[in-house]
């Protein structure tokens, strides 16, 4: 949706606009998204504007919004929804962050650090 001007959001905290997504298919019916991949970021533009948005005192995108995953069919496996402005306000856009998964090198240095441990206790037990 392209605006113009800037688009000013009245909603309170206790009366949220919602978000509510749906996940359809390639013939435009409810179920999965055929590429959809939980592991990646993905970042959609829902409104531009020429001038931005604008909210009521005391209000910014995540009091005046609520995001509905209970129609979206594809799985999230942790993953979180959120909604942004972009840098120059100008922009709503909608993100998928994936879940964080631990990097393999903090797995296997905590590996690596319980097998020293194990091993220098049991070095010591028998020398003892």
Known sequence: MNLLGTLTFNAKSENRITLDLHSLTAANTPGNISDFNPNLSYNWTIATTTSGFSFSSGQNVATAFSIQTSNWSNPL?????????????????????????????????????FAILVTRLGFKSRHS
């Not at 306000?89 to 909608?94: D, G, H, Q, R, Y």
């Open 77 to 113: 496996a942790g993953g979180t929804f959120g909604l942004n402005l972009s840098g120059d306000a100008k922009s709503l856009i909608l993100s998928f962050t994936p879940a964080a998964v631990p990097e393999p090198g903090a797995s296997a240095l905590t590996v690596l650090g």
